[in-house]
């Protein structure tokens, strides 16, 4: 046992030296907002998510997540209020942690994903306060379109040190109501209000 211990220690100790003068790379450079470069970027896939969250019989919240999007920003920060983004969202990616439930999704009592494979946003307005906007726009899902209303928060740019793009990100919060959409099923025992959580990503495509 001691041999045990002193080679696991032996072990150990090599591992954290190795740690030790393996390089870490830092977060790249920051942009302020007010030097982001104009211009239209476009949704980077694979950092972009919606995560929803509904009240479950009122135990808990049930939340469940969609990517793999599409879409454009155009920005210019000297005139940020004129901003615009437009964004698809395939409802076959809609991911959960059961695989039943993510059947039942798919189905024509909630998302009918063989009509409808698609949603989309595209804002209307932007009111810009410092690092923060209300972004409204029209949501169209299972072919109804309805305003909604996101608050959006500038989360950081720069250039992206995996494939050297320049990137921008925000996050938002915003609800939706089931109902106006026709995806009540199970409401009222499934809420109705809709909880939404958004990570966003866009890059600036090569010259």
Do not use: C
């Not at 030790?20 to 907002?33: C, G, H, L």
């Not at 104009?38 to 939340?63: C, E, K």
């Not at 989360?155 to 915003?174: C, E, V």
């Not at 025992?189 to 600036?204: G, H, P, R």
Request: a positive charge; charged letters at 15%.
């Amino acid at each position: 046992m001691s041999k045990f211990l002193l080679g696991l220690a032996a072990s150990l100790g090599l591992a954290a030296a190795t740690l030790a003068v393996v390089p870490v790379a830092a977060q790249p450079a920051q942009v302020p907002a007010e030097r982001i470069a104009a211009g239209t970027y476009v949704v980077d896939p694979d950092h972009t998510q919606v995560i929803w969250s509904v009240d479950h019989f009122g135990f808990s919240r049930l939340y469940g997540m969609v990517g793999g999007m599409s879409g454009q920003l155009r920005i210019d920060p000297a005139r940020p209020g004129q901003a615009s983004v437009q964004i698809d969202i395939p409802l076959s990616g809609l991911t959960v942690s059961s695989p039943g439930f993510g059947r039942h999704l798919q189905t024509a009592d909630l998302f009918d994903t063989a009509k409808f494979p698609t949603a989309r946003f595209v804002s209307r307005s932007v009111a810009v306060q410092g690092r923060q906007a209300a972004i409204t726009g029209d949501l169209t899902l299972r072919g109804v379109t309805k305003p909604i209303t996101l608050q959006a928060r500038f989360h950081g740019a720069g250039a992206n040190p995996m494939n050297k793009k320049q990137t921008i990100g925000f996050s938002a919060t915003g609800t939706l109501k089931r109902s106006d959409f026709n995806l009540g099923y199970a409401v009222p025992a499934v809420s109705d209000e809709v909880k939404l959580e958004i990570t966003a990503a866009f890059e600036k495509p090569a010259a």
